[in-house]
């Protein structure tokens, strides 16, 4: 492509050259949408499951929570003992992502610390889950100018008041199974069709 | 075709300009990456690279990664201010054209 480097330019010639660079640089950083569809799932059957037991009055409504939390302990260590693989190129909003993320599991760490001690009631606190998990979608969603998510975001934050008004944990579970829906599973598959999409482009070019 | 006289000469070479554009977009980027993405020969690459470095509009950092030599190049501040300053004369020469 450029074997005449010195050839000279006009300036329309180095304004496309810079766009169709740009442009080039960011082709391929799309998200395949798997992180969203893996915690969508889990968030989704935990939640729906924790629905069919309330409802049955089964002694143990929040048993699908546990083995939830059990699965993220797994994926933690996982996480952290596996070599981190390093890509051909780092950019400034996967940065922002990676640190974004940090606060947001610290955040629910703190709700899920404060729920299992007590201070916060259970239904308030998966409210308070709703609430974080807006904020996560809204912030991915402007970065990545993805509609889905921030409609996504718009139906979680809704869920979140209506939780926080209905109260009853019934009601908490299945407005969290309808949000985890909108703003995860939705979104998720968005994301994975845009990046096969983008794959089978790339493969013919 | 406008005298670009007053254009910076490092800048104003096709290759330099899209290893630029393409570092400007990024964080920092491999070796492999920027060849993929100038589509350059590996040879050329590296000239236009060291000539980059040598300015100091970017850094190299040369390492090993699983027992492979790898290279990872950044913008560094100088890199973004000199493209920035050859966009915006590049638009002011478009401007006054007009």
Redesign the interface.
Known sequence: ????????????E??Q??QS??G???EGMAMNGDGFLFWGWALFVSAVASVVLIYTDYASPFLPWNIFMLGCVVVLIVNLVRPKK?G?????M??LFRNFARGFYICVFIVIFSMNFGSVPTNYAFAFLLMLYGLMMYVMGVSMKLRALIVGAIITWTCCLASLLLVKLLYVMSLTALAVFAGYLIPGYVLRAAWKKQQQSEKVL | ??D?KELDPVL???????IM??L???????F??LK??????AG?LSV?INKLKEVEYIEVVKQF?DNYPQTICKITPKGVAAFEN??NS??S??NA?K
């Open positions: 492509m450029f074997t005449d480097e010195e050839k000279n330019m006009s300036g329309e180095s304004l050259l810079i660079m740009i080039s640089a960011r390093r051909p190129v780092k950019t400034y996967g940065d | 075709m406008m670009f104003h070479s096709q290759l330099r300009l899209a554009s393409v400007i977009s990024v964080k920092e980027a491999e492999t990456f993929e993405k100038t589509n350059a020969t050329n236009q990664k050859y966009v590049i638009q020469y478009l054209g």
